[in-house]
């Protein structure tokens, strides 16, 4: 088709947060690292006001995999945590209890993922978690069983 574009798909995945600490240069952010199957890595994400690093250990949560690796107040971060934040303030994150990590989470009829990916073309589709699912430009999210925690539900980012 001519003129038409779609967003870069990301390729979401499960991670069990195997270490989390205070980002050293930043009071809102938190550095963890993750284990994604076999291949570790690591992410830097702004929710220090929201959670204590050691509450986050042990957790299954679900990351944008395919993420350009970005360097955050001097700290690598190599994927992106989800997240939604509520109107009255409160945020969740996306987790998969239970869930192995490295298990892939994508509609049934999407399209494969993209290779790397930038934040503005994460940006570029539509992630919304809903207390009837999770949802990628509208279509539900499965291979792993999803949950928002804290019951907090929006567009997550």
Same mark, same amino acid.
């Given at each position: 088709?001519?003129?038409?574009?779609?967003?870069?798909?990301?390729?979401?995945?499960? %991670?069990?947060?195997?270490?989390?600490?205070?980002? +050293?240069? @930043?009071?809102?952010? &938190?550095?963890?690292? =993750? !284990?994604? /199957?076999? #291949?570790?890595? $690591? =992410?830097? @994400?702004?929710?220090?006001?929201?959670?204590?690093?050691?509450?986050?250990?042990?957790?299954? =949560?679900?990351?944008?995999?395919?993420? $350009? +690796?970005?360097?955050?107040? /001097?700290?690598?971060? $190599?994927?992106?945590?989800?997240?939604?934040? !509520? #109107?009255?303030?409160? &945020?969740? =994150?996306?987790?998969?209890? *239970? %869930?192995? +990590? /490295?298990?892939?989470? @994508?509609?049934?009829?999407? $399209?494969?993922? !993209?290779?790397?990916?930038?934040?503005? *073309?994460?940006?570029?589709?539509?992630?919304?978690?809903?207390?009837?699912?999770?949802?990628?430009? *509208?279509?539900?999210?499965?291979?792993? @069983? &999803?949950?928002? !925690?804290?019951?907090?539900?929006?567009?997550?980012?």
């Amino acid at each position: 088709m001519t003129g038409t574009s779609f967003p870069p798909v990301p390729e979401l995945r499960v %991670a069990r947060v195997v270490e989390a600490r205070n980002h +050293p240069n @930043a009071d809102r952010l &938190l550095v963890m690292r =993750i !284990d994604l /199957g076999g #291949e570790e890595r $690591q =992410i830097v @994400a702004g929710i220090r006001a929201h959670y204590h690093a050691e509450e986050l250990v042990g957790k299954e =949560i679900v990351v944008v995999a395919n993420l $350009q +690796p970005a360097k955050l107040r /001097g700290e690598w971060s $190599q994927a992106m945590l989800l997240a939604a934040e !509520d #109107e009255g303030g409160r &945020l969740g =994150i996306l987790l998969a209890p *239970g %869930a192995a +990590p /490295g298990t892939r989470v @994508a509609p049934s009829s999407g $399209q494969p993922p !993209d290779g790397e990916i930038t934040f503005e *073309g994460f940006h570029e589709n539509v992630l919304m978690a809903t207390p009837e699912g999770v949802f990628l430009n *509208g279509q539900p999210l499965e291979g792993a @069983a &999803l949950v928002m !925690d804290r019951s907090v539900y929006g567009r997550l980012k």
